[in-house]
């Protein structure tokens, strides 16, 4: 966006997309050109108040510092291990230190581990082999749930890799995409995409009931896709086809939305994942606009953050997004093939309130 709007190729875009299928596309977007990055990534611009910070990158094992052994120092060689090649979706430890991110193309779960300094696969066992894994999530057992469309089941993992439930075949999941994990009310959400519906399961893997159907009405859908909850509950749906994100009570009936189809601010062109900050804040990728977009729980936008590129804080078909119980909030970068981090800050008098304003976005956001 500049002081205007979107710019105007990226405006061009979101109407070509429109008519395009919008889950599981990789294209509709031109190649961004490099661009150096400079100084400290904050959003807003001073002198207002930051709100968010850039933080990291995260690409692969050569960027989590591990030292080189001997033979790689003596022979000059680079050390560069696993890398990232088309990430769909990423969660992470409260602590921040294990990061785990799904990758469709290499078929695995990557695991980086900022004590261990190392990217690695995890292994599953013949049970639990991944043939497209999309959305990750843990719970606090340190249970791994992953959606695999390919498979038409959720998974659910040991940390060892270890399968201890498949759900989704009782139930015919066309396409399992988005999960939300609610464990204040043991409840497990699943996005059956092209099915146009949610999935509740508890914890334990039981089903309880489903909700949705496609259209464009309040509480129908049009190709749904990522999830969230936040801490009253409510479930946030990206109702990705009809360019909105919905949400809903615990018993899966309608409270509100908020987004339309245009290339202006609080708009949508191809929204993907979604997530809420401990303030409630509400961050909506948008995969079209290369950015992710920052709400408050009624649907106003506060900020929005980045542009299509290469560099810090600039995206290439961005799909998810995850924020942790610290606020670090966790971008799959999906054409960069990478995870950028940032830090949602608080406001300083309190959390809670909110000083941003429409102007700040307008003039200041990114």
Not at 208 to 230: I, K, S, T
Not at 255 to 267: K, Q, V, W
């Amino acid at each position: 966006m500049n002081k205007t709007g979107f710019s105007g190729w990226q405006g061009a875009l979101a109407r070509v997309c429109v008519g395009i299928a919008i889950v599981g596309l990789a294209g509709c977007a031109a190649e961004p050109v490099k661009k150096p990055a400079t100084g400290d990534l904050v959003w807003p611009l001073p002198p207002e108040q930051t709100r968010i910070r850039y933080l990291a990158e995260y690409r692969g094992h050569s960027d989590l510092g591990a030292k080189s052994d001997l033979k790689t120092t003596l022979l000059g060689e680079k050390k560069t291990g696993l890398s990232l090649d088309k990430p769909y979706g990423v969660t992470a430890t409260a602590d921040g230190r294990l990061i785990y991110v799904t990758d469709t193309r290499l078929r695995a779960i990557v695991v980086f581990d900022l004590d261990k300094r190392e990217a690695r696969p995890l292994r599953t066992d013949a049970h639990g082999a991944l043939y497209n894994p999309l959305e990750i999530r843990l719970d606090s057992r340190g249970r791994i749930f992953v959606s695999d469309s390919e498979r038409n089941e959720v998974l659910v993992l040991s940390q060892e890799g270890k399968t201890l439930l498949a759900l989704g075949k009782p139930e015919q999941i066309g396409r399992p995409t988005g999960l939300a994990l609610d464990e204040a009310r043991n409840r497990l959400y699943v996005t059956d995409t092209i099915k146009h519906r949610i999935l509740v399961y508890d914890l334990d893997g039981k089903f309880q009931f489903e909700f949705g159907e496609r259209g464009a009405e309040p509480g129908q859908f049009n190709y749904p896709v990522n999830l969230a909850v936040d801490r009253e509950g409510r479930l946030l749906v990206t109702d990705t086809g009809n360019f909105r994100v919905q949400v809903f009570d615990i018993q899966g009936k309608y409270i509100s939305a908020f987004g339309r189809l245009g290339d202006t601010y609080g708009s949508f062109s191809r929204p993907k994942g979604v997530a809420v900050d401990t303030d409630g804040n509400i961050y909506v990728v948008d995969g079209a606009f290369n950015n992710f977009q920052i709400f408050d729980r009624e649907g106003k936008l506060l900020l929005f953050v980045g542009r299509t590129g290469r560099e810090a804080g600039e995206f290439w078909i961005p799909t998810a997004i995850f924020v942790d119980a610290s606020d670090r909030v966790y971008v799959v970068d999906s054409m960069n093939a990478r995870i950028q981090v940032f830090q949602y800050i608080k406001d300083q008098q309190g959390a809670g309130k909110q000083a941003l304003t429409w102007a700040s976005v307008e003039t200041r956001g990114g």
